[in-house]
């Protein structure tokens, strides 16, 4: 019976493994999109023209207003107009609203870790890396669900492999090891997107901006 149970658990983490590879693939190409059609994309349309408005006049107050009310009063409008100034593609602010806590802008955008820790954001997309990973850990997963059935008719080189227990233990460890891989990877990832912005990042403060605008005029 003991075995029975055994054998269920690690058909079950197998089922686990394979479904986690399309889940993350499906939550690292889209989730965010999904989501800002889900919750409607009025209010970041309504942002991308007034980040217009303000790189081209440079007085559109209402862009700051309206940035402090959607991100919140604490974020910084200047990585906002960043954020809006790659092209005429409305960009994916997700990233922004999940880690907004996180960005500490003095010059141009830094990023605060737990602990109170300050780096720079990270340079390079890490994504292709993460994916490889998790594929490898499925392929693992599949592969001890395998072996679990072919060791009871065959002789296998090792004797852990003939052990069920050890086979199913592994195979959740895997699990449990793309779970964090996964997490990593879109806390990286998001950071990486929100560094982007910093060749886009303004020296100044918009409302200095605005002052110094409606000086020259």
């Avoid at 058909?11 to 479904?19: L, N, P």
């Avoid at 309504?46 to 790189?55: G, I, N, P, S, V």
């Avoid at 440079?58 to 974020?75: E, L, T, Y």
Wanted: net charge neutral; proline share 4%; charged share 20%.
């Amino acid at each position: 019976m003991l075995s029975i149970l055994v054998f269920f658990l690690i058909y079950a983490g197998v089922s686990i493994a394979v479904y986690q590879l399309y889940d993350i693939y499906h939550s690292q190409n889209f989730a965010d999109e999904e989501k800002r059609a889900r919750i409607g994309g009025q209010e970041v349309e309504e942002l991308a023209h007034k980040a217009k408005e303000y790189r081209e006049t440079g007085a559109s107050m209402g862009f700051v207003k309206d940035v402090k009310a959607f991100f919140g009063s604490d974020f910084d409008p200047r990585v906002a107009l960043a954020a809006f100034s790659q092209g005429d593609k409305l960009p994916n602010v997700e990233p922004l609203l999940r880690r907004k806590s996180n960005i500490i802008c003095n010059g141009k955008i830094s990023i605060r870790h737990a602990f109170g820790i300050k780096t720079n954001p990270p340079a390079k997309d890490s994504r292709g890396v993460a994916i490889a990973v998790i594929i490898i850990n499925c392929l693992l997963a599949l592969f001890l669900g395998g072996l679990s059935v072919y060791s009871i008719g065959y002789d296998v080189p090792a004797a852990w492999m003939h052990d069920e227990s050890i086979l199913m233990l592994l195979i959740y460890a895997l699990i449990l090891f793309t779970h964090l891989i996964a997490k990593l990877d879109k806390y990286m990832n998001d950071l990486y997107q929100i560094g982007q912005l910093n060749r886009h990042f303004p020296a100044q403060p918009l409302n200095q901006q605005t002052q110094d605008a409606g000086l020259s005029t």
